[in-house]
């Protein structure tokens, strides 16, 4: 048990740490650097904290349809959805930055015919999201950043 607090603390400090590095080397760099990631473009989507208020701002890969940009609210695989997607249901007006610009969005949950036209194209471009769905029991929603 001890030695599994460990590797669950010290996978979340690493990951943090891997995210905060990317962020910060997208921002410096207008995304030249961080902008695309094993094939995927990556963007970063600043949401408010539906408890502290405070805002947060993860890497993402995207993927444009139309004038919308789609996310994938996978958490890894994790059972619950991630934290930037539960801010969004409370507050569904965000930031995003791709590369060296920036505008505000509103999100909201992709409907199946968007989901099933696009999860595919998703998965082969990052074929871990396949995996990620196998993990969890929850359905992994497609999100629709729409600019304002």
Not at 10 to 33: D, F, K, N, Q
Not at 109 to 122: I, Q, S
Request: some cysteine.
């Amino acid at each position: 048990f001890v030695e599994l607090t460990r590797w669950v603390l010290h996978r979340r400090w690493s990951v943090r740490l891997l995210t905060g590095v990317h962020r910060l080397l997208y921002r410096l760099s207008a995304g030249s650097i961080g902008g695309l990631i094993s094939g995927m473009p990556n963007l970063l989507l600043t949401t408010r904290g539906r408890r502290s208020g405070r805002l947060f701002t993860p890497p993402l890969f995207y993927l444009p349809d139309g004038e919308d940009l789609i996310v994938v609210a996978s958490y890894g695989g994790h059972p619950r959805h991630p934290q930037w997607w539960l801010n969004l249901q409370s507050e569904p007006r965000g930031t995003v930055q791709v590369g060296p610009h920036h505008w505000p969005v509103e999100a909201r949950e992709a409907d199946e015919a968007r989901k099933a036209r696009l999860w595919p194209v998703f998965c082969r471009h990052y074929p871990a999201y396949q995996e990620y769905q196998y993990r969890t029991n929850r359905l992994i929603p497609l999100v629709v950043l729409r600019p304002v």
